[in-house]
């Protein structure tokens, strides 16, 4: 079959697009920004790729015109987006992909949102619910999958939940830990998406999705906690606090605060299964909460990450587009260069060294210091360090690494180029490289700063002192 795939990129598009490569079906991916969108070498030959951007239905007939698909999945989300625009967003993007189907004669949509089956919804539910009303009224046949919690390697819901329980042996929460939800693990989330292709059951349904086990928040907490060995006490208040929660998340966990927020009021709702006719339509074995935990980690031990919530979220950049920063500016910048002399016998090692930087692997050099650095950027609203990396021994453009996103990866030329999502005065660039100068072999490292008006100014000089600390090399 031909298939659109939108949101290829992001953290469900990621674990979506092997399957159905491997199931034979001819698929067409349409990402943001093609530089960002990484897929293993075997994967990208036998897969198209557009450029698109479904904000700007304007440009829909120049990128899809005389092409023809017979299903379009929609994974486009705006958690990263703030609360005022989450809606609007939403609705743009989801008119633009009817307008999109409609015009490559699609016969299926398949949307994967959240389940939306109380009133008093919170923003982010009620945007959820309104995508699905314009595929609803969009004349096409749809199926449409509601989920709650998505328990994987990577998800957004699983790195809370283990940012909360690994860091804090005593909690004190709100009574939205109350609330109840019915987690799904991310295996059982694919296998639905995958089996209702063309599945005529499955035309013009909505189905709710969930796992075996119905939890509040507060023992999925408890339940992470047994599964990997921690004791953890939590004590629950009788009142919630939707501002001071989230900005517990976002100093606990990988979150930023925005999507902390957005998580938090969504919370006051129960998120549990009413119906699940979708078990007779599409039968599988459901795993258990425990199970996909086992399952995640899993993954993450054998460095088999696929795909994380980081990669397509918005970021302090908004809609980070890498052509406009992978080649680092000279005039109007301050640069800080570093180098040192090593046995060129050793360049790969040495390389592979800087490949693997950040993350759990450290800075290498005054490691404590760069983690302060990660701390003062979450005090002030950054993304801080708790980001990590998406894998300790692989990494690729477009992933975050701490308060960096990654522009360049370059093996064969030995160069790893960084750019800053942290909070500055300005933008700011870290570039790794090896370079070979007759019999000598030296390792480069350069830092550069792009000042904006007298604070960015400022800044760099009051940084001055620590350059030489805070060098990784």
Not at 413 to 420: D, G, K, P, V
Request: hydrophobic share 40%; with cysteine; glycine share 6%.
């Amino acid at each position: 079959m031909r298939i659109l795939l939108t949101g290829a990129n992001g953290y469900i598009g990621m674990r979506l697009l092997p399957v159905l490569v491997e199931a034979g079906h001819d698929v067409t991916c349409v990402v943001r920004d093609a530089l960002r969108f990484k897929p293993s070498p075997d994967l990208l030959d036998k897969i198209h790729v557009i450029e698109y951007d479904f904000l700007e239905p304007e440009n829909a007939i120049q990128h899809f015109n005389n092409k023809q698909f017979d299903v379009a999945y929609y994974l486009i989300h705006s958690l990263g987006d703030t609360a005022t625009t989450l809606k609007e967003y939403e609705l743009r993007c989801a008119g633009c992909f009817v307008l999109v189907a409609t015009l490559t004669q699609v016969k299926q949509i398949i949307y994967l949102s959240g389940i939306s089956n109380e009133d008093n919804l919170s923003k982010h539910l009620t945007a959820r619910k309104g995508v699905k009303d314009v595929f609803i009224n969009s004349g096409i046949a749809y199926t449409i999958f509601e989920a709650g919690i998505i328990v994987g390697s990577g998800s957004i819901s699983f790195e809370i939940i283990r940012g909360l329980t690994e860091k804090i042996p005593v909690m004190i929460v709100p009574r939205w830990l109350k609330s109840k939800c019915q987690p799904i693990a991310i295996r059982n989330v694919m296998n639905y998406l995958h089996l209702s292709l063309m599945n005529e059951k499955a035309f013009n349904r909505v189905f709710e999705i969930g796992g075996p086990d119905v939890l509040t928040y507060r023992k999925m907490l408890l339940e992470y906690a047994a599964e990997r060995g921690y004791k953890r006490l939590i004590i629950t208040l009788p009142f919630g606090f939707m501002g001071l929660s989230a900005t517990w998340i976002y100093f606990s966990t990988p979150a930023n605060y925005t999507i902390a927020k957005l998580l938090v009021q969504s919370m006051k709702n129960d998120v549990v299964c009413k119906e699940t006719s979708v078990r007779d339509v599409i039968p599988q074995e459901l795993y258990t909460y425990r199970e996909a935990i086992q399952m995640a980690f899993a993954r993450i031990e054998q460095n088999m990450v696929i795909s994380s919530w980081t990669d397509s979220a918005s970021s302090s950049l908004s809609r980070l587009d890498v052509n406009q920063h992978i080649e680092v500016p000279s005039n109007g910048c301050y640069k800080d260069r570093k180098w040192v002399e090593i046995d060129k016998d050793k360049a790969d090692e040495v390389a592979n060294r800087f490949f693997n930087i950040g993350g759990q692997n450290g800075w290498y050099y005054t490691d404590t210091l760069w983690r302060m650095r990660g701390i003062i950027d979450k005090l002030i609203g950054g993304v801080g360090m708790s980001r990590g990396r998406r894998s300790d021994v692989d990494i690729e453009p477009g992933d975050t690494l701490d308060f960096w996103r990654v522009l360049l990866v370059d093996r064969k030329n030995h160069r790893l180029l960084l750019y800053a999502e942290m909070k500055l005065p300005g933008e700011a660039w870290l570039e790794f490289s090896i370079i070979h100068n007759n019999n000598r072999c030296i390792l480069k490292q350069t830092a550069t700063f792009r000042p904006i008006g007298i604070m960015g100014r400022n800044y760099w000089y009051s940084m001055l002192p620590f350059h030489f600390l805070f060098s990784a090399i």
